[in-house]
């Protein structure tokens, strides 16, 4: 049975940091992971995504620069460290992963993501 289980969400102010882990379990293709964001009203958006073996990452140009996704693979643990947040960054966070081998164009794309955490609120205000 696959778990994903977010976590490290919170209120921050603006140019803050926080960190979110979504220790993971049962997943049948340890190939790829990533996270998405939505908020209420907007389409769920890709923020990072990783190769669980590699190491390689693909970012939103939102976040590039900002946001580090990593994988502890002896832990089993995905993280999205995140910096200089801003109130555009509020939203709901998801780690998510597919079920199959998914190409460069999919990365950030949430249709090809079949396992879902049930997501960690982020809220960046004054």
């Known amino acids: 049975q696959v778990q994903l289980v977010e976590s490290g969400g919170g209120s921050v102010l603006p140019g803050g940091s926080l960190r979110l882990a979504c220790p993971f379990s049962?997943?049948?293709?340890?190939?790829?992971m990533a996270w998405f964001r939505q908020t209420p009203g907007k389409e769920r958006e890709g923020v990072a995504n990783?190769?669980?073996?590699?190491?390689?990452?693909t970012y939103d140009a939102s976040v590039k620069g900002r946001f580090w996704i990593s994988r502890d693979n002896a832990k089993n643990i995905l993280y999205l460290q995140m910096n200089s947040l801003q109130p555009e960054d509020t939203a709901m966070y998801y780690c998510a992963a597919p079920s199959r081998l998914i190409t460069a164009n999919q990365f950030l794309d949430p249709e090809a993501y079949d396992y879902w955490g049930q997501g960690t609120q982020v809220t960046v205000s004054s």
């Open positions: 049962g997943l049948p293709s340890r190939t790829y």
């Open positions: 990783i190769h669980i073996i590699n190491g390689r990452a």
